[in-house]
């Protein structure tokens, strides 16, 4: 609806602007169209005024010089000078048609409007009246007279006639924009149902059916596509698992006997050497498959999680006393460091375990020649939101890199392909944290170790 709001509010504002506009420049249009008449080539007075001031009058009578010939004969225009008596004294190209002699009355009348249907203009002169018409037709004569009182409202009649322009405008805008409306609302609702990925169908009816059309066939695409990506990754992930179960067991066996072999002392020492080695390759090779596993779980959200409330520095304390009691290296050197005691999230511990020990494990991997490694936890200000940190003094990694570091090893969104190890550690410490409405944060740069922090929604 508030959509719908927007596009009729945005329509009628646009339709009286427009229609403002379009008055304005008809008022414009309209002035200068009357302009341009009134004064295209030589006006009709002052074509008089030129006739009668080259009237001149001398003991010889009247003369009339060229160039006033010329300019009544450019106008195709005619003189005549009356006197005081109403007699016609002198006449240039007169129709004769034309009486030669007027009353008071008869000149009244065709000063103000025709004389036989000649437009004719008059201009005083010395002798008498000069009187200059022009062809019939050729000029329209209109008087009109206006009182004081309304030409001075004037501007107000202007101002209310385009207020009145616009609230029609705008009565017509929201008749023919609610009715527009009216057709537009179920396919702006289809829209959005197909925006927040839920089917839609809009009947097909009216100017926008074919449109409405296009909806309920997207929507159907979408549904059959939504389908088979489902069917796809559920087939994905039942075949890893699948895959992985499969491997456990051959796996299970070749661990078991290469410790009886590793532990026998009937095996020649270089035997339980070699059996050795293929216990260590095994433990990485299962790793592996649990993290595939896992990683494709959590991918398609098929993992179930078990959440429950758990102590941040119960579990950073026991990571790390795991780390030390396996044995970790002198060259490595591991502490923990507790801001706030009694904070606690609501998150499955064994998945979370196992995102914490991984990056614990990333920073040993990562830097065989030893580092420094702590684990701490810590909230943020706003109370809501706590942080698991695992910072390392090691080698880093170029900033740029850090993108991919969070993409599974054959992803299209990774810009460089893994070069180091399986690819499967981080993001499936990403994913872990993205499970809990949480994130994971890299920070790190050549020479300047690496910092990795799990954000997580806190208990208050």
């Known amino acids: ?74 106008n195709q225009a005619w003189a005549m000078l009356i006197n005081s008596e109403g007699d016609v004294v002198w006449d240039y190209d007169l129709p004769p048609s034309l009486p030669r002699s007027y009353t008071l009355t008869e000149i009244t009348q065709f000063t103000r409007n025709y004389l036989m249907d ?28 206006f009182p004081v009182e309304w030409v001075q409202s004037l501007p107000f009649r202007i101002v209310a006639l385009i207020i009145g322009n616009a609230l029609l405008a705008l009565v017509l805008s929201l008749l023919i924009g609610s009715r527009l409306i009216k057709s537009i609302q179920p ?58 179960h499969d491997i456990r067991t051959p796996l299970s066996m070749v661990l078991g006997y290469a410790s009886e072999l590793e532990e026998s002392k009937a095996v020649p020492a270089e035997q339980r050497q070699q059996a050795a080695i293929i216990r260590q390759q095994g433990e990485k090779l ?24 758990l102590r941040l ?22 502490d923990v460091d507790i801001s706030e005691e009694q904070l606690q999230v609501n998150v499955d511990e064994q998945l979370l375990t196992r995102a914490i020990t991984n990056l614990v494990q990333n920073s040993i991997h990562h830097n065989p020649e030893g580092c420094r490694i702590i684990l701490q936890t810590s909230a943020l200000s706003d109370g809501q939101t706590c942080q698991i940190i695992v910072k390392d003094d090691g080698q880093g990694v170029a900033e740029g890199d850090l993108p991919d570091l969070l993409e599974l090893p054959y992803s299209s969104r990774r810009q460089r392909p893994a070069h ?23 920070i790190s740069g050549d020479g300047q170790g690496m910092t990795a922090i799990i954000e997580l929604p806190a208990m208050v």
């Open 313 to 334: 520095s119960v579990l950073a304390r026991q990571i790390a006393s795991d780390f030390l009691n396996q044995g970790l290296e002198d060259k490595f050197m591991l």
């Open 1 to 74: 609806m508030d959509g719908t709001a927007r596009i009729l509010k945005r329509f009628a504002r646009t339709t009286i602007v427009i229609s403002v506009l379009l008055l304005i420049l008809n008022f414009i249009l309209l002035a200068v169209w009357i302009f341009k008449g009134m004064n295209e080539g030589q006006s009709p007075d002052s074509v008089t005024q030129q006739a009668a001031n080259a009237l001149q009058f001398s003991a010889d009578g009247y003369s009339f010089p060229e160039e006033g010939q010329r300019l009544l004969e450019q």
């Open 187 to 244: 396919l702006l609702r289809g829209i959005h149902l197909l925006a927040h990925e839920q089917n839609a169908y809009v009947e097909p009816k009216g100017m926008f059916s074919s449109l409405a059309k296009s909806i309920n066939h997207t929507s159907l695409l979408l549904e059959q596509k939504d389908a088979a990506l489902k069917a796809r990754d559920e087939a994905r992930s039942n075949w890893i698992a699948g895959i992985s």
């Open 420 to 442: 180091h190890g399986h690819g499967l550690g981080l993001p499936l410490v990403a994913r872990i944290a993205k499970a809990h409405q949480g994130r994971l944060l890299l």
């Open 286 to 309: 299962r790793s592996l498959v649990s993290d595939l596993n896992l990683v494709s779980m959590l991918e398609y959200e098929m993992q179930p999680l078990h959440p429950r409330k």
């Open 118 to 145: 000649y437009p004719v203009y008059v201009w005083e002169h010395a002798s008498g009246l000069v009187v200059v018409g022009f062809p019939k037709t050729s000029i329209a004569k209109y008087q009109f007279n």
